[in-house]
């Protein structure tokens, strides 16, 4: 679990980098009333954040040794990890969705929304599918690792509709 969320956080980085990077330009544009530039900005972060993460799952399903064997030479921890680590980044694909929205609340002065989105996604979400889903199917372990991504896919879905009627409500006004 240590090589993979490490792993995550890793490679979750540059989005992050990314994201925060876009949000004086989309809160100076905010507070200017330049609604046309926010939402310029916001097309522009989620399609440099959706590709980045599409192409980071893309190298993680295709390539889990690698990533890895950036943290252990342990052959048997490899063989276990890897197939984990396609399980665990299985809504990476998804997540530049979670971060564009989540910083662009924040950049408009919706913490509050920014918030909630990271909350439901780690607290309301995750935790509770770590106990529930090893009660749902018969490889306890690889349950504890779908966790993970199931929160993501349903914190992606949330978060998208949340700023689906957030943003339009705030650059409309």
């Avoid at 979750?12 to 994201?19: E, K, N, T």
């Avoid at 609604?35 to 097309?43: L, M, P």
């Avoid at 980044?89 to 920014?114: N, P, W, Y």
Wanted: aromatic share 14%.
């Amino acid at each position: 679990m240590t090589i993979l969320t490490s792993m995550m956080q890793f490679a979750m980085l540059p989005l992050q980098g990314v994201a925060q990077g876009a949000q004086p330009i989309t809160s100076y544009n905010y507070g200017a009333k330049n609604n046309g530039r926010v939402k310029k900005t916001f097309r522009l972060l989620l399609t440099v954040s959706l590709t980045y993460s599409v192409a980071l799952w893309t190298f993680v399903m295709l390539f889990p040794g690698v990533f890895v064997g950036i943290f252990t030479p342990d052959t048997a921890l490899m063989e276990f990890a890897a197939p984990m680590l396609r399980i665990y980044f299985g809504g990476v694909c998804l997540f530049g969705i979670q971060i564009a929205c989540q910083m662009t609340f924040t950049s408009l002065g919706k913490a509050a929304d920014a918030i909630t989105a990271a909350v439901v996604r780690k607290f309301v979400l995750l935790l509770p599918l770590i106990y529930l889903m090893p009660r749902l199917f018969a490889d306890q372990t690889k349950a504890v690792y779908m966790a993970e991504p199931v929160a993501d896919l349903i914190a992606v879905t949330f978060t998208a509709i949340l700023f689906a009627f957030r943003f339009r409500k705030a650059v409309s006004s």
